[in-house]
């Protein structure tokens, strides 16, 4: 049975957010292993090749972003970065190292499991799918084509311009992961991210949210983190 389990890394050295988080993912049905420090973290994930890592980055040993770079050297294992700095360069950074999403302390269990589960299906999906394969996406309601650079909301058109169309298909593609402002400007137009392309970027946002009629209380395919970046949601 255990065999079967979705294996977690847990690296985090505050006893007792360790032990709430490794608690509340045991009684989900996931085998937890815990490290406390940078060091104890390399040695289990080397002999354990976890599914997920969810990474604390203050830790007593190394900051948590020696580990995440080592991770990132050689494997694509979803890492969900979990911490107490909620400075938005931090988590810029961590997005721009590699980690694919960010949970803020304090954080709600309901939130951390839904992270958990969207990083799970997304590696999944990607090791064993692949979706791009009939050139169409689809969530919910949402339905893009690829192909014919269209995207279609309860089967109606909904007009893009070509950068908007471009904006939402590199998001599409990376469903599920927070996607920092200079990952989307990179793949958008090409550039860094200078204050001009953010703001470009935000009116283009601003734009594709208005036609996809996101309005409170109703399906949001974009979440907006202010400061960071923008997630399809999956
Ligand atoms: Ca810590």
């Not at 400007?185 to 208005?210: D, P």
Request: hydrophobic content about 40%; proline content about 2%.
């Amino acid at each position: 049975m255990t065999n079967n389990k979705f294996k977690i890394l847990l690296v985090e050295d505050e006893t007792n957010i360790q032990n709430f988080v490794a608690a509340l993912l045991e009684t989900s049905g996931y085998q937890v292993i815990r490290a406390e420090s940078c060091m104890t973290a390399q040695t289990l994930y080397s002999s354990y090749l976890p599914d997920l890592v969810i990474l604390d980055l203050g830790l007593p040993d190394k900051d948590g972003m020696v580990f995440l770079e080592y991770v990132r050297k050689n494997s694509l294992t979803p890492i969900l970065v979990l911490s107490a700095r909620s400075m938005e360069r931090d988590k810029v950074a961590a997005l721009d190292n590699g980690a694919n999403d960010y949970v803020t302390k304090p954080f709600s269990a309901a939130e951390l499991l839904a992270r958990v589960r969207s990083l799970l299906r997304i590696s999944r999906f990607t090791a064993h799918e692949d979706r791009g394969l009939d050139g169409r996406f689809s969530i919910d309601e949402l339905l893009i084509d690829y192909d014919a650079r269209q995207v279609f909301i309860k089967g109606e058109e909904i007009k893009l311009t070509q950068t908007e169309f471009n904006i939402v298909a590199f998001l599409a593609e990376n469903a599920g992961k927070m996607m920092t402002y200079s990952a989307i400007i990179k793949a958008v137009w090409g550039g860094c991210a200078q204050e001009g392309s953010i703001k470009k970027l935000q009116v283009n946002m601003a734009n594709i949210r208005k036609k996809f009629g996101a309005t409170p209380g109703t399906v949001n395919y974009i979440t907006n983190e202010l400061g960071v970046g923008y997630r399809m949601n999956s």
